[in-house]
């Protein structure tokens, strides 16, 4: 079954970067993207990124461009998103899911990434 | 960036009740291959989102077929006939046709 299994919680200090990890299963990694998503303390949904990593290639917002990188590891079926120059305002759980335009977008996601920025 | 607006955001149904919740987006939802990514999620409280309904009105597998999704360019509707105890939490409408990709704003399911 698939399955997406991502790192345990962070805590960082404004300014500091951030890496999350979302390991795949139960398929094979190059035939779907991957997107994450984050959701503050109480809030709904954001979208922050989507990688294909078969080529490397990725889609990310203007908000959040020349902060976010997405870079995957065929090897491990790893995807990774690094999210740089933290502020208070990126605490929130990081999730990744599967992507792909003819599967309707976000079929699976992972079990999510608290990230907490503080001081 | 395409706007998805929801209503209402808070839904108190009673059990056994049906329920609608409705979304509507800033641009048509048309892609250019002629399908409409419309999709809806189900995020129960603590839980990771899990998606309904994809492209509209195609049910996921393992959802139950009270839950049923209509609607074309700019005007969703996600339906469910028969609310029961386990469908409380929050519901998000989200378009995948442009980039950037968005998300409605949810609407909180509560039982009466």
């Known amino acids: 079954q698939v399955q997406l299994v991502q790192s345990g919680a962070e805590v960082k200090k404004p300014g500091a970067s951030v890496k999350v990890s979302c390991k795949a299963s139960g398929y094979t990694l190059t035939t779907y993207g991957i997107s994450w998503v984050r959701q503050a303390p109480g809030q709904g949904l954001e979208w922050v990124g989507w990688i294909n990593p078969n080529t490397g290639d990725a889609n990310l917002p203007p908000k959040l461009q020349g902060r976010v990188a997405m870079t995957a590891d065929t090897s491990t079926s790893t995807v990774y998103m690094e999210l740089r120059s933290l502020r208070s305002d990126d605490t929130a759980v990081y999730y990744c899911a599967r992507d792909s335009r003819s599967g309707g977008h976000f079929d699976y996601w992972g079990q999510g990434t608290l990230v907490t920025v503080s001081s | 960036d395409v706007v998805m607006t929801q209503s209402p955001l808070s839904l108190p149904v009673t059990l056994g009740q049906p329920a609608s919740i409705s979304c509507r987006s800033s641009q048509s939802l048309v892609y250019s291959d002629g399908n409409t990514y419309l999709n809806w999620f189900q995020q129960r409280p603590g839980q990771s989102p899990r998606r309904l309904m994809y492209k509209v009105s195609n049910r996921d597998s393992g959802v139950p077929d009270r839950f049923s999704g209509s609607g074309s360019g700019t005007d969703f509707t996600l339906k469910i006939s028969r609310v029961e105890a386990e469908d409380v939490g929050v519901y998000y409408c989200?378009?995948?046709?442009?980039?950037?990709?968005?998300f409605g704003q949810g609407t909180r399911l509560e039982i009466k």
């Open positions: 989200m378009q995948g046709t442009h980039w950037v990709i968005t």
